[in-house]
């Protein structure tokens, strides 16, 4: 190599040298601030925040801002710091919770880390990313406005330069704030829109083009259907219905909708729903309607799915097919396990056809009076609770109730009076094709008629020699054989 050339490549290396240890590695000139911007104000006192960056520009305001800091530890539903928060341009349009959350914890504990020093810094502020900032966040509180730009990331100290209300000073702070603000307008919307708990709902109403589907809540946690038919409901199928109500995922929205709900086929959605609350002094009915369009050409789904839900301003473009989860008829929200009781909790049970008793003695049982088996007992009544029906009727006959097969009367430990009984009766055999060898059987006051199989029927028929406990018989006695 020659000299020049070395010259040349040595005084690069020193150039590089004195860019590191001077702007990337500052910390020689560099102070050590640690000062908190917020100091003092907290999530709920913010009350406009304005983001343009590289992906796009959004206003988040706050229409509840408090002017005094609200305890975290206060269960008052007014003190969350996340309530009241839209999009500044769309009134109604509610955020992400998550991301929501993340931008006012990295505000709240935004500060300046290094502080560079004014004689320390390069003229040209393009080196430290100031000049055209990555991103630039105003941030509103007591009447109050502050602004912040970002720039470049310092991969060397996990840093990011950033400066303050345009002034003179540069700082390196951490990324969380830049990190937590980076995001799309639509990144920060709620994209989980239907928001209610269970315990919250006391009607559902499902309606698929012209066919009804109607549940009510009843006060100890069990649902009922009310149409196309009255019969009980499984609470575990009603849960996930509702769950999956609250799962309805939104890919993308369309603001503001105006008059185009023919256009994504919600002018004659073909489900609607509607969510009555128990308390409507504190949420209103809530209405959704769920439509398709026909996707553009070029696409592999031949449809699209749109929601509209009343209160929002938008229709939401839904990231799946909802209907395939949602259209289901009444039989299969049916309750199956109409008899269910705790085995812990029977004190007595009395059948007849065949005739026997149970009857709870202390901590063990006793079988027609006699010592039972404990053990045996407690998987006899288990077979009770586990009995399912296969079908139900679909037309009103003679059940044989009045002669049954077998009836047997369940009394709960309750303590309350009179005691709580539980009845179950297993009627007539059917003799058709279609169920041959299968009974009818209802509980209570035989209102819900069902169907079982014959082996579920000599599952729980009730035999005393399969429930009493052993005898132990004594072994006989060995007696010496004779001497010859």
């Not at 066919?211 to 009922?224: E, I, R, V, Y």
């Not at 449809?303 to 473009?317: D, E, Q, T, V």
Request: proline share 6%; with cysteine.
């Amino acid at each position: 190599m020659s000299l020049k050339k070395t010259l040349v490549l040595a005084l690069l290396l020193i150039g590089a040298a004195v860019y590191i240890f001077k702007i990337e590695i500052p910390q020689g000139e560099a102070k050590k601030t640690e000062k908190n911007i917020f100091r003092g104000v907290t999530k709920s006192q913010f009350e406009k925040i304005e983001v343009s960056g590289k992906q796009g520009s959004y206003i988040l305001v706050n229409t509840k801002p408090v002017a005094e800091p609200v305890s975290a530890q206060s269960s008052d539903p007014a003190a969350d710091a996340l309530a009241g928060w839209e999009l500044g341009d769309l009134k109604g349009a509610e955020l992400d919770r998550g991301s929501l959350n993340s931008l006012l914890s990295a505000l709240v504990g935004f500060r300046e880390e290094i502080s560079i020093p004014k004689d320390e810094q390069e003229s040209d502020l393009t080196i430290y990313g100031l000049k055209d900032p990555e991103l630039l966040l105003k941030a509103w509180h007591s009447g109050q406005e502050l602004a912040i730009s970002f720039g470049k990331n310092n991969s060397y100290l996990s840093k990011r330069y950033a400066s303050i209300n345009g002034q003179a000073g540069i700082f390196l702070v951490s990324d969380a704030l830049f990190t937590a603000a980076n995001k799309s307008r639509t990144e920060m919307r709620n994209h989980t829109p239907v928001g209610f708990a269970d315990s919250e709902i006391s009607e559902l109403l499902l309606n698929f083009d012209g066919q009804k589907l109607k549940f009510l809540a009843h006060s100890d946690g069990q649902w009922k259907i009310a149409e196309p038919f009255a019969a009980s409901a499984s609470s575990t199928a009603v849960s996930n219905l509702l769950m999956q109500l609250r799962n309805l995922r939104a890919e993308d929205f369309i603001d503001p909708p105006g008059d185009r709900a023919a256009e994504y086929g919600l002018e004659k959605p073909q489900l609607e729903i509607d969510l009555n609350f128990k308390d409507s002094t504190k949420r209103a009915p809530l209405h959704l309607g769920i439509g398709s369009a026909s996707a553009p050409q070029g696409q592999q789904a031949q449809f699209r799915w749109f929601m509209n839900l009343s209160g929002k301003p938008s229709i939401f473009k839904l990231s799946a097919d909802p209907l395939s989860a949602l259209n289901r008829d009444a039989g299969f929200y049916r309750e199956k396990k109409l008899f269910q009781v705790i085995s812990d909790q029977v004190q007595k049970v009395n059948c007849s056809a065949p005739a026997l008793s149970l009857t709870k003695n202390g901590e063990h049982w006793e079988v027609n009076g006699k010592p039972g088996d404990d053990v045996f007992v407690k998987e006899a009544l288990q077979r009770f609770s586990n009995l399912e029906a296969e079908s139900f009727p679909n037309q009103e006959q003679d059940f044989g109730f009045n002669s049954p097969t077998l009836r047997c009367q369940f009394t709960l430990k309750s303590g309350a009076k009179p005691e709580l009984v539980r009845t179950l009766v297993v009627g007539k055999r059917l003799d058709d094709k279609q169920n041959m060898g299968r009974y009818f059987a209802a509980v209570d006051d035989l209102s819900e008629p069902f169907i079982i199989s014959e082996q579920s029927l000599a599952g729980i028929t009730p035999r005393e020699e399969a429930l009493l406990k052993p005898i132990n018989t004594p072994a006989p006695l060995l007696t010496p054989a004779a001497a010859p």
